[in-house]
């Protein structure tokens, strides 16, 4: 329909270009040239209009597969619901007084303004500013003669549209509304000429384009040909009445171009897929990760003005590399900041791009953020109340005015130094992430380590040198079972038998290795009753040396200089803290003889676990003992 349109500017621009050269040119033979070459152009205009109505008519609905003709059935209402086809006056149409509507329709041809009384008006005013607040494009419309047809002869009759002119209104003085014709053209109600096709078989002729006079289009030329195209139809009329009203051509125009490109549509694998129900696209390429882009793609081959995330950076290079797939996520995450990146990148690769959206607020979103990166002279607005021919000729001057920018000379020299610190970052963030033998990576050691709101742990100092992770996550269960003993038998950790007792792991000695006699038969059951009576001498020489005043070392040193004691340490560990005074250490060592009969009741509770074989559960019975509570010890880990 659009080149039909504009086939018929061209005629009318070549008739103009023959009335003045009739008047110039006094030779005769340059008027024949003329009109000669004219009658060409518009023999060519018919051809092409022609061609045009032919391929319409081999793209006809019957011949699409079922499912697009679903769509289309979905897009194109052609019941009674349509005000195209059944319009009521009321809210949404108002009836004009007018006695000529083919005057009414030159006066508004020319410019004039009309001022319309109607309380109603109001009512249509805020839906037209609502409308296009919401999406752009203004369904306010003056109807110019309307069909009164009825479904059966004596049946209730309606009353549809013939012509329609695009409207402005704006309030006036005195509560007054004065309407002008936008920018556009007068149009012909293209759902009701469908309507009188499928239905009825009835097609009103020479109406594609429409005829015209001298003040726009010819309005008693279009009602005669459809009291023409309907005279035999009984009860059906054309009433040459003006009503002011709302009317929405959007799905007719989306159904008309799903009738007239159906064999595109279904040579795209996209719409195929959704045709046949299953996936037709053979080249499936995989969604890019953002994970080592930093060291495949120079900062000057992705073209991001703005800001952008790992997640955006990806959907910018998967729609540079045509991948469809869909953006989604709550407002203020960024979607509309990663369509401006799209859009710019796109155009910094020389692409094109049609940018649609539901609602008007999200296409002026993106246009303000391109205005802002300073790219908004190459963005063409269409489908709004601003598209009009003047707004149109204005963004193409914008465009033809646009001052070219080369990159700088040493943009490569900028764009390598900026690789070469990306990849010093990557070689930082290797070294935090990376996992190690044990399984856990620096990163996950410190985050583990800042949940812990306990004292720190005195872990041995090749405990982290010889544990893995699957080690550590084992200490921890056995610490439970552990803490689960302890209640059992009703005891805190410190109610331990062998609390700051650490009893070291035996390895048994393999066939025919020689054993020393000094350590053979030696347990903690058997060498702990002569610790208190090594503990006690070691206190009497420490007083002894006081008294004397020759004290040259730590009182833990006489006590470890008994052979008996050194023998004790081959087989056990203690608390260090518990050196800092020899009475308590000696109140430990009675503790534990007092106590050491309860160990077999103690261990019981544990099963298979014998906590003094395990190297791991040694270091976590230690802990233990020293009142670590075990969901710390979990947590460590």
């Not at 949404?92 to 007084?97: M, P, Q, T, V, Y």
């Not at 996209?270 to 080592?292: M, Q, Y």
């Not at 395990?614 to 010890?633: C, E, K, Y």
């Amino acid at each position: 329909m659009n080149i039909i349109h504009l086939l018929e500017s061209s005629l009318s621009h070549s008739s103009s270009l023959l009335r003045k050269l009739s008047h110039t040119i006094d030779n005769k033979d340059g008027v024949e040239d003329a009109q000669a070459r004219l009658s060409t152009l518009i023999q060519q205009a018919k051809d092409i209009e022609a061609a045009l109505m032919t391929m319409t008519e081999s793209s006809d609905t019957d011949e699409l597969p079922e499912k697009l003709r679903h769509w289309g059935r979905k897009m194109l209402d052609l019941s009674l619901r349509n005000p195209l086809l059944n319009m009521r006056t009321g809210r949404s149409a108002i009836k004009l007084d007018c006695d000529d509507i083919a005057l009414m329709e030159d006066h508004l041809d020319d410019g004039e303004e009309l001022l319309l009384e109607q309380r109603e008006l109001k009512g249509i005013y805020r839906a037209v500013r609502t409308e296009i607040e919401e999406t752009g494009v203004s369904t306010l419309f003056l109807v110019l003669g309307t069909l009164r047809w009825q479904e059966q002869k004596g049946g209730k009759e309606y009353h549809a549209p013939l012509l329609l002119m695009p409207l402005d209104i704006v309030p006036a003085k005195g509560g007054r509304y004065a309407v002008h014709k936008r920018d556009e053209e007068t149009r012909v109600n293209t759902t009701l000429l469908e309507f009188l096709h499928q239905n009825y078989d009835i097609d009103v002729a020479e109406l594609q384009p429409l005829p015209k006079d001298d003040h726009g289009v010819d309005v008693s030329l279009v009602l005669h040909r459809f009291e023409e195209a309907i005279s035999e139809q009984p009860g059906w009329s054309v009433d040459e009445q003006a009503y002011v009203g709302l009317f929405s051509f959007a799905k007719y125009i989306l159904w008309n171009d799903l009738r007239a490109h159906a064999p595109l549509l279904t040579a795209n694998p996209l719409v195929k897929s959704l045709l046949d129900g299953r996936l037709e696209i053979s080249d499936i390429s995989h969604a890019a990760d953002a994970t080592d882009l930093d060291a495949e793609l120079s900062p000057d081959s992705l073209a991001l003005p703005l800001p952008a995330d790992s997640s955006q950076i990806e959907a910018v290079l998967d729609a540079d590399r045509g991948r469809s797939f869909i953006i989604y996520g709550p407002p203020g995450t960024g979607k509309s900041q990663t369509i401006t990146n799209i859009i710019a990148n796109a155009a910094c690769h020389g692409k094109r791009v049609l940018f649609v959206a539901q609602k008007k607020v999200a296409l002026d979103v993106v246009e303000h953020r391109l205005e802002e990166i300073g790219i908004a002279p190459f963005c063409l607005e269409l489908h709004s109340n601003k598209t009009t021919k003047i707004h149109f000729l204005h963004q193409m001057q914008e465009v033809l005015e646009a001052v070219g920018r080369q990159a700088p000379e040493d943009y490569r020299q900028l764009s390598d130094r900026l690789l070469a610190e990306r990849m010093r970052l990557r070689g930082y963030m290797k070294a935090l992430h990376g996992k190690r033998e044990e399984g856990l990576s620096l990163y996950d050691c410190i985050e583990r380590y800042l949940q812990i709101d306990a004292d720190p742990l005195p872990l041995p100092k090749d405990f982290a040198a010889h544990t893995t992770l699957a080690e550590a996550e084992a200490i921890g269960e056995q610490i439970m079972m552990l803490d689960a003993a302890n209640q059992i038998l009703g005891m805190e950790a410190k109610d331990f038998p062998l609390y700051g007792l650490f009893p070291k792991p035996q390895a048994q000695p393999k066939p025919g290795a020689y054993v020393s006699p000094y350590l053979m038969g030696d347990t903690v059951e058997k060498l702990l009753p002569s610790l208190p009576a090594v503990i006690k001498r070691a206190m009497d020489e420490v007083e002894r040396a006081k008294k004397m005043n020759y004290l040259r070392k730590a009182p833990r040193d006489y006590v470890e200089s008994d052979y008996k004691w050194r023998k004790f340490r081959n087989i056990a560990d203690i608390d260090d803290s518990l050196f800092e005074d020899l009475n308590r250490l000696l109140a430990a060592v009675e503790q534990w003889n007092e106590h050491i009969a309860e160990l077999p009741q103690w261990k019981k509770y544990l099963g298979n676990i014998d906590p003094l074989r395990t190297a791991g559960l040694d270091a976590s019975i230690a802990w233990h003992r020293q009142g670590v509570p075990a969901v710390t010890i979990r947590q460590a880990f």
